[in-house]
């Protein structure tokens, strides 16, 4: 398994932005995608942002389209969110995932990822 980090939650106004960081830590494997999964309390993880390595193809959930922005830097093994126009209910944990095969596309689902980073919190005021 590939050891993530996450940096960039935090607490933030409606209508603000933030922008969060995954990189490996130590090993690295091949990459085929890495994505954004997020969860509220009490509810399940769902899918957010999903981008492929080479071709940099990137998906995302209904949710957030039009708002969100993944992004990739292949020469540091980092995947970005940029997320923008922020509401109330994008409040949750945010958790960066690798994957070294073909995920369900386009909309992957948490078991298409081994790896997985330990979180970071977003929290958006009304």
């Known amino acids: 398994q590939v050891q993530l980090v996450e940096s960039g939650g935090g607490l933030v106004q409606a209508g603000g932005s933030l922008r969060l960081s995954c990189a490996p830590s130590?090993?690295?494997?091949?990459?085929?995608?890495m994505g954004w999964f997020r969860q509220a309390p009490g509810k399940e993880r769902e899918f957010v942002a999903v981008?492929?390595?080479?071709?940099?193809?990137?998906y995302y959930a209904d949710s957030v389209k039009g708002r969100f922005t993944i992004s990739r830097d292949n020469a540091k093994n980092t995947v970005y969110l940029r997320m923008n126009s922020l509401k109330p209910e994008d409040t949750a944990v945010y958790y960066c995932?690798?994957?070294?095969?073909?995920?369900?596309?386009?909309?992957?689902?948490?078991?298409?990822?081994?790896?997985w980073g330990q979180g970071t919190q977003v929290t958006v005021s009304s």
């Open positions: 981008i492929t390595w080479s071709g940099g193809n990137t």
């Open positions: 995932a690798h994957t070294q095969y073909i995920p369900r596309l386009p909309t992957p689902i948490a078991p298409d990822f081994r790896s």
């Open positions: 130590g090993r690295t494997f091949s990459t085929y995608a």
